[in-house]
């Protein structure tokens, strides 16, 4: 397996957790209510006696709860239900406070620890002090209170039975009595979704979601075509859950209680155990309350009155009086959230940077160009089908016939150019109605040829014939017994390579030699006693290893006269044609329907690339070819040949691939923009926001009437 493999693997493993994670956190926050915690208490197991006591406790206060006691302590609001966390004891020490509320004359008692209300059993009032011994379960509506200072629901039955009266409170006992006005409980609401809205914000966890898809989207077009539809559908469920976390309706169960209360508020405090870092001093009865601080200003014109507040169990308040209200805030002055889509445009601008890097995007950018510009399906087979019709960018092209290969430039070869046919390239097929030229001739390469032959019949240790004719018998005899070699025709040697390397500057150390076998002083001085058949009938011998040296020095000394003729013919016949076509494959893919040759053009030996050449070039001035594919690009040049690039018409896996990048740089695009947008100008109404909600009571308050706006 690849390291590139790898490391996209350990990527979407870490990205997976990520999600999980944080999907997790986001599910709890949503689904599980709220449970309250007691810092410092202790725990334990409950034990099957307190179980079987609790159950009966809760018999009987299903029985009874709709009774008002004498001691003013009320049922339960809702009937109490065992939960899974009913198995946990908490023990601590702690203050008890009490509540009381006015309502038709009947006193209703709320009992609390610091913030968190507690069931208290009705018979147990009695028994609070100011620090007292509380051990409690939790339940599925309030925590229930099992023991007090030494008080078990097991000996609950018999208190009930001798029917103590809680008259008889302890001197000790530390309740907080209403020493104000009276409170009256108006009604008990749940929070509307706009005060809703203002606790909780659906912002970076969603938004981190949806980035992380993102990611997952950049691996799936990076991976393997195996895992590409598990990773999409993997981020397109992830974005899908993030959507409806933001978009979905507000669950009943997430709404919080809120009391409806009207009475007198009062700038003091009753107590201080809980809420100590409040600056608030304003109280209501004996419930401090707490406002937004953007309230200062305003609260104090109902200090005194009677005025309707609403607030949450913790103190908070969500209205008071007439016009202030953090509901009509939020519906004349909407939440700006700029946080989430700023996230997002910074994830899709993140996501944008890595595709460009790492992701090829010029082929997907074509198709896609190609697909909008719509098209339609040509067939053809001979050049009189396709001029009848007009080429458009788009169209779908499939032309099989016969035509000749292109050849490229030596310095003009693409890289992904097959290296079989160089230096033809059969990517692009050159279609015209007229046939091909006769194949060049090159009488260089036959003279080049013939002085290559001439030294290698000389060098050969197997004497031929002719040789025998040529040098006496028993010379040759003695020679051949002596391991040495014999050049019996060394002025055929010298007359080849003057008619071959007439120019002074070729074959320079190939002439030197020659002066030195010759024994004269320069190569004109060789060339005249060849001529003058000075050199007729001299032999001269030659150890095997200085015989070598010759014949690798004609090679050599000849191969740039074949490459040079190689390119000359191969230019001649790339000559420019007039009227036709050129067919070209961009993904540089040959459109030949010939077997490929074994052996490179370039492989061979200098002195045997002219053939092979020469076979090529045989072969495809007339080759059978199919071209299919979306033409991407169409121009003519000045000859009047149109030359049609086609884009290959790929498999399922690479259409898919090309389409899904496309579709996400396009959508990445989109998000990255619009998310920016919306960031800044929801960041600038929300710098705005608490001036106009200021201006808006301001106006409430002079002139007692609420303004209207336009909106």
């Not at 990517?427 to 109605?433: C, D, F, M, V, Y």
């Not at 389409?659 to 959508?667: A, E, M, P, R």
Request: overall charge neutral; some cysteine.
């Amino acid at each position: 397996m690849s390291s590139s493999l790898l490391l996209l693997l350990a990527m979407l493993i870490c990205f997976l957790i990520a999600g999980g994670v944080i999907w997790q956190n986001l599910r709890r926050r949503i689904y599980i209510p709220h449970k309250p915690s007691f810092a410092g208490a202790a725990t334990r197991e409950l034990t099957p006696e307190e179980l079987a006591a609790i159950e009966h406790y809760l018999e009987l206060s299903s029985r009874s709860q709709d009774v008002i006691t004498p001691s003013g302590a009320s049922a339960p609001p809702s009937q109490l239900q065992l939960s899974s966390q009913s198995h946990t004891v908490f023990s601590l020490t702690h203050a008890i406070t009490r509540y009381g509320f006015s309502v038709d004359d009947t006193n209703q008692w709320r009992f609390y620890l610091d913030s968190t209300e507690v069931h208290l059993p009705r018979l147990w009032e009695q028994y609070i002090t100011n620090d007292n011994d509380v051990e409690l379960i939790l339940t599925d509506t309030l925590p229930l209170v099992i023991a007090l200072n030494g008080h078990t629901l097991q000996n609950y039955s018999q208190e009930t039975s001798l029917n103590i009266a809680p008259g008889n409170t302890s001197q000790q006992a530390f309740i907080r009595r209403e020493e104000s006005e009276p409170i009256e409980l108006l009604a008990t609401r749940r929070e509307t979704f706009e005060e809703h809205a203002l606790t909780v914000s659906r912002q970076v966890p969603e938004a981190i979601l949806i980035c992380i898809a993102f990611f997952i989207l950049v691996l799936s077009v990076l991976g393997p075509s195996i895992l590409m539809p598990w990773l999409v559908g993997s981020a397109l469920l992830l974005i899908a859950a993030s959507l409806w976390s933001i978009y979905s309706p507000v669950a009943a169960h997430q709404l919080r209680e809120i009391h409806s209360l009207r009475g007198i508020p009062k700038r003091w405090g009753l107590f201080g155990e809980s809420n100590h870092d409040q600056i608030n001093n304003i109280s209501l009865g004996i419930i401090d309350l707490v406002y937004p601080a953007h309230w200062q200003p305003y609260i104090t014109q109902d200090l005194g009155k009677k005025t309707d507040i609403d607030i949450y169990l913790g103190g908070h308040v969500v209205r008071q009086g007439d016009f202030l209200s953090l509901h009509d805030e939020v519906c004349q002055f909407p939440l700006q959230r700029w946080l989430r889509p700023l996230i997002i445009a910074c994830g899709s601008f993140i996501v944008l940077l890595m595709m460009v890097m790492w992701v090829p995007l010029e082929m997907p950018l074509k198709m896609s160009t190609t697909w909008l510009s719509g098209g339609k399906n040509i067939e053809v087979s001979s050049i009189s089908e396709l001029n009848k019709y007009m080429l458009h960018v788009g169209d779908t092209l499939k032309v099989s016939g016969t035509g000749t290969c292109h050849i490229n430039a030596p310095d003009g070869y693409p890289a992904h150019q097959n290296p079989s046919y160089l230096p033809f390239d059969c990517s692009k097929i050159s279609w015209k109605l007229s046939t091909p030229g006769p194949l060049p001739e090159s009488e260089t390469t036959q003279q080049a040829l013939a002085l290559t032959e001439t030294v290698r019949l000389q060098i050969n240790p197997s004497v031929t014939k002719e040789s025998h004719n040529q040098v006496n018998q028993k010379l040759a005899t003695a020679i051949q017994k002596s391991g040495m070699v014999l050049l019996n025709d060394f002025s055929g040697i010298v007359q080849k390579t003057q008619v071959l390397c007439r120019v002074e500057e070729d074959c320079v150390r190939l002439k030197n030699a020659l002066i030195n076998l010759g024994n004269t002083k320069d190569w004109n001085t060789l060339v005249k006693r060849s001529e003058t058949g000075q050199l007729t009938g001299i032999n001269v011998v030659l150890r095997p290893v200085s015989a070598e040296s010759l014949n690798n020095l004609v090679i050599a000394s000849t191969a740039p006269f074949f490459i040079r003729d190689i390119i000359r013919a191969a230019q001649l016949m790339n000559a420019p044609i007039a009227g036709g076509y050129v067919l070209i494959n961009d993904d540089g893919q040959d459109l030949t329907v010939h077997a490929l040759p074994q052996i490179s053009l370039y492989d061979y030996p200098a002195q045997e690339q002219w053939t092979e050449f020469m076979r090529l070039a045989n072969i495809l001035s007339q080759v059978p070819f199919m071209a299919k594919g979306i033409i991407t690009r169409i121009y003519t040049d000045t000859n009047g040949t149109q030359h049609v690039i086609l884009q290959s018409i790929t498999d399922t896996h690479n259409h898919w691939r090309y389409t899904i990048i496309s579709l996400l740089l396009l959508s990445m695009l989109v998000c990255c923009v619009v998310s920016s947008i919306i960031a800044i100008n929801r960041y600038r109404r929300n710098c705005r926001r608490l001036g106009e909600i200021k201006h808006y009571y301001d106006h409430c308050f002079k002139s007692s009437a609420p303004l209207r706006l336009r909106r």
